[in-house]
């Protein structure tokens, strides 16, 4: 499994970093997207690369299938 941290900014500029174990990049992604609110901005990096950035649509209903354990290790 390989370390990963989520940064999450919101709206309200506010910023989440989340340091969490994933099996793969797209788990990690999937859980940035389950952790982010409609509108927020998701990073995804695995070490010094970012694997991911994009904004969190709307959600649908669906459960939460993220994969690993999180920890919020910073907000501003």
């Given at each position: ?10 709206r ?32 995804v ?11 969190q ?20």
């Amino acid at each position: 499994m390989d370390n990963y941290e989520i940064r999450i900014a919101k709206r309200d500029q506010t910023i989440t970093v989340y340091r969490s174990e994933h099996i793969n990049d797209h788990a990690a992604i999937r859980r940035g997207h389950v952790l982010a609110e409609a509108g927020d901005q998701v990073e995804v990096w695995r070490g010094t690369q970012c694997v991911y950035a994009g904004h969190q649509s709307p959600v649908t209903a669906h459960g939460n299938f993220g994969v690993g354990t999180d920890s919020v290790t910073e907000q501003w």
